[in-house]
Each structure stands twice: as structure tokens, then as C-alpha cells.
Nanobody, 119 residues
Framework: QVQLVESGGGLVQPGGSLRLSCAVS????????MTWYRQAPGKQRELVAI???????NYADSVKGRFTLSRDNAKNTVYLQMNSLKPEDTAVYYC?????????????WGQGTQVTVSS
């Protein structure tokens, strides 16, 4: 079973920074595509950033230049560095892992971590 554990959320003032982590167990991490999503109250879940096995990344337009997604394959962990945070970044952030395990594709989610940007 593939498990994801997120951490790093919290309350931060506008303009501040946070770093989210997502640790993965139960899969060959280096082969997986890792994605961060977020969901604000009353809104649909949206893709924030994605990093592939070859470490190519893509970002939502709303976070480009402010967020950086990276991976440490030795630690089976991805990091979402969030700078210049805005109130509209407030949401529950979810980590998603997609890959192949025992010959079958899988997709697993973390439990979510709350990010609140407020003065």
C-alpha cells in the first residue's frame, strides 16, 4: 500500500513563506509523478504544481514565480516551497502520487494540510 504523509502547513501572514513536505512509502518513489493540489472552501480542487520522475515541473499560472516544487529521491519526499504567499493561497493542500506498483498503476492521496494566509 502506498502511503503519503504531508506536513508543513500553518498560518502565515501575507508575503510570508511556508514549505510543505510529502513523504511517500510503499512505492519506487523515483519513478513516480508527484502533484500538489489545493482546495479552498466552496471551490473545486485545483492543480498547483507537478513534478515528474525526470524532475520536470509545471505550475499553475497563479503560483508561477512564487512556488517551487522539488523532490529528494533519497528521502522519498517532495517539497513545495511557497513564497510571497497571498490570502488567495489559503486552502487545504493535498499531495498526490501516481506510479506503477506490482505491475499495476496506482494513484494515492495524502490527508491534506491546511495553509492559511492572513494578517
Amino acid at each position: 500500500q502506498v502511503q503519503l504523509v504531508e506536513s508543513g502547513g500553518g498560518l502565515v501572514q501575507p508575503g510570508g513563506s511556508l514549505r510543505l513536505s510529502c513523504a511517500v512509502s510503499g512505492s519506487r518513489f523515483g519513478w513516480n509523478t508527484m502533484t500538489w493540489y489545493r482546495q479552498a472552501p466552496g471551490k473545486q480542487r485545483e492543480l498547483v504544481a507537478i513534478i515528474r520522475s525526470v524532475s520536470t515541473t509545471n505550475y499553475a499560472d497563479s503560483v508561477k514565480g512564487r512556488f517551487t516544487l522539488s523532490r529528494d529521491n533519497a528521502k522519498n519526499t517532495v517539497y513545495l516551497q511557497m513564497n510571497s504567499l497571498k490570502p488567495e493561497d489559503t486552502a487545504v493542500y493535498y499531495c498526490n502520487c501516481k506510479g506503477v506498483r506490482n505491475g499495476s498503476p496506482f494513484a494515492s492521496w495524502g490527508q491534506g494540510t491546511q495553509v492559511t494566509v492572513s494578517s
